[in-house]
């Protein structure tokens, strides 16, 4: 019994060495099984469980503070430190399903901040270059991304304002200029347009055929 009782101590310190202190005390718990007055292995097994539940209290609470300050990910390396010890934990077990949840969304969240950043610096640069349809589904997709993203809604404004103005009418100026037989005014109205908007292959197929026209 002597022989046993003091391999499984062992075996248990060496399991505590390693950090599975449930597996350590699993050994001196067999060996209290054939000498319930082991003094040693009552005294390895109260200061094992009272480590083990030093860790469970820091760890919670550092990951409670973690979770108050939006560091999820870091608050999850916390509670998988406490499962690494107590893997029975309903709370724990918990706590990481709402947590993995919060990461998850936080990714989506933060790719959405990314892309509609993007989408506003593309819409920016068409804006810079007067290509107004360009700038206008750019800033149309930031808003998507983000509703709230106020910079976009004033350049989205502006852009369908100078579109209307240097687009719209001076096209639509084009079409009766182009119906009464006035295709040089009617080109220089759809050149007005494609040089605003080089997208817009009505107007350019429109300026081509003035072109030949009245040339």
């Known amino acids: 019994i002597e022989l046993l009782s003091n391999g499984n101590i062992v075996i248990g310190e060496q399991m505590f060495k390693e950090g599975f202190y449930?597996?350590?005390i699993d050994y001196w718990e067999k060996v209290l099984d054939v000498d319930p007055g082991n003094l040693v292995a009552q005294a390895k097994i109260e200061t094992t469980k009272s480590k083990?539940?030093?860790?469970?209290?820091?760890?919670?609470?550092?990951?409670?503070?973690?979770i108050d300050d939006a560091r999820f990910e870091e608050a999850k390396l916390k509670y998988e430190?406490?499962?690494?010890?107590?893997s029975a934990n309903p709370l724990v077990k918990e706590r990481l399903r709402e947590l993995t949840e919060k990461i998850e969304i936080n990714k989506v969240r933060k790719f959405r901040e990314y892309r509609a950043r993007a989408?506003?610096?593309e819409g920016r640069q068409s804006?810079?270059?007067?290509?107004?349809?360009?700038?206008?589904i750019k800033y149309?997709?930031?808003l998507i991304l983000n509703p709230e993203q106020k910079d976009a809604k004033e350049y989205l404004d502006k852009s369908i304002k100078l579109y209307r103005d240097n687009v719209?009418?001076?096209?639509?100026?084009?079409?009766?200029?182009?119906?009464?037989?006035?295709y040089r005014e009617a080109s220089e109205q759809f050149k007005i347009v494609v040089s605003v908007a080089p997208t817009h292959?009505?107007?350019?197929?429109?300026?081509d055929e003035a072109n030949l026209k009245y040339t």
């Open 22 to 24: 449930s597996k350590a």
């Open 52 to 66: 083990i539940l030093k860790i469970i209290e820091t760890n919670f609470e550092e990951g409670r503070k973690l």
């Open 81 to 86: 430190e406490i499962l690494k010890v107590d």
């Open 119 to 121: 989408l506003f610096e």
């Open 127 to 136: 804006f810079q270059k007067n290509d107004l349809g360009m700038a206008i």
């Open 140 to 142: 149309n997709q930031v």
């Open 168 to 182: 719209d009418k001076p096209y639509q100026e084009g079409l009766r200029l182009f119906a009464l037989g006035k």
């Open 201 to 207: 292959s009505d107007a350019k197929l429109k300026f």
